[in-house]
């Protein structure tokens, strides 16, 4: 079914939300001028496109606290943390909405149930905002992810109004009738040209065969380990954990998640100081092909959206769509015929 909201009606909409659900997640910018998901206070929002920063955060917190546990006098008090408040997170793009079904894929499926992610996604209702224009570096629609997935509302802009298609009851529901007219118009057009292209035909086998391919050397030459990409990924999921003791207390202690990053050389480092990855060409190409060769070939589907936020946020432009063309184009074999020519 098909609705059409006026945008002078749209703040009225959010207010509602809040009143109903207490928390309303919304694109802004935050005090360092960065695009990224905060809550909704009135604030004016970032609809003109992506986010530099994903709704992750809402899902798998860049830090989060598990549990706390306290000494008594002969055993350990635990308490578990859960997030069971129900949300709407309104404003994620196609790309972000494909993005949770990856995550969904291993922390719901794949693992088992992971309590802290899949409350927070049971919980939290989702309105996707179409893109009008592909984002810099994006190349959702070499990805197909250029559509959104999984959603419960779909916003589409359309002048001075929002085209809103409903895909499920709850996301019917949120649609007061005094703000959401029915209506019979023909959906606006969502079709985006990306000017990054990436040719996936056989790419994670590819790229899995060409291991010890030049370029791997070549683009990790001027990689800082700064761990940009990894951090600014919707779908890297890597974590480690840390326990903190609560300050004071001298008995209690808390357990947190912290995202953690293959880019970093202690990410493998075992007892004993042996490191597994130890040059930034091995970490390099590991990012590149969990990305596209090893979730597609156990998970049946690519780790990568093709947001371009790793492209963006990289201060030494290095970028995984480049690469795989480079070994799309010219895989090892070519190479080595084009080196055995000019001899
Ligand atoms: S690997 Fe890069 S382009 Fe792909 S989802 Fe992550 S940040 Fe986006
Ligand atoms: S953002 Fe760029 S420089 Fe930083 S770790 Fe990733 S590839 Fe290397």
């Known amino acids: 079914m098909n609705y059409i909201l006026k945008k002078e009606d749209f703040p009225k909409f959010l207010e509602l939300l809040k009143k109903k659900f207490g928390k309303v997640i919304v694109p802004a910018k935050n005090e360092t001028g960065a695009t990224c998901f905060q809550s909704y206070s009135g604030q004016e929002l970032f609809l003109e496109s992506r986010t530099d920063f994903s709704a992750k955060e809402f899902f798998r917190p860049a830090k989060e606290k598990m549990f706390s546990f306290k000494k008594k006098s002969s055993s350990f008090e635990v308490k578990s943390e859960h997030d069971n408040t129900k949300k709407v997170l309104f404003g994620i793009r196609p790309c972000g909405t494909h993005a949770l079904s990856t995550l969904d894929e291993l922390f719901i499926k794949f693992l088992g149930e992971d309590n802290f992610y899949s409350d927070k996604r049971k919980n939290t209702i989702i309105i996707a905002l179409q893109c009008n224009e592909a984002c810099e570096n994006g190349f959702c629609t070499s990805m197909g992810t250029s559509q959104a997935s999984g959603h419960d509302l779909l916003f589409i802009e359309r002048g001075h109004d929002f085209f809103v298609r409903a895909e499920t009851k709850q996301g019917t529901d949120l649609l007061d009738p005094t703000l959401f007219k029915h209506t019979s118009d023909a959906e606006p057009s969502s079709k985006i040209e990306c000017k990054n292209e990436l040719d996936i035909e056989g790419l994670g086998e590819n790229l899995y065969a060409n291991f010890n391919h030049s370029v791997w050397k070549e683009e990790s030459e001027r990689c800082l380990s700064c761990t940009s990409c990894t951090q600014s990924c919707p779908t890297c999921y890597c974590y480690t954990s840390n326990d903190e003791f609560v300050f004071g207390s001298g008995t209690e202690s808390e357990r947190f998640r912290v995202l953690d990053s293959c880019q970093l050389q202690r990410f493998t480092k075992v007892s004993g100081n042996h490191v597994f990855r130890p040059s930034r060409e091995g970490r390099l190409r590991q990012f590149v092909l969990h990305k ?50 000019k001899k």
């Open 292 to 341: 596209f060769s090893y979730y597609k070939k156990y998970h049946g589907m690519h780790l990568c959206v093709g947001c371009g936020r790793c492209i963006t946020a990289c201060p030494v432009k290095i970028s995984l769509v480049d690469i795989a063309n480079k070994i799309q184009k010219h895989p090892l074999e070519f190479q080595k015929h084009s080196l055995e020519a």
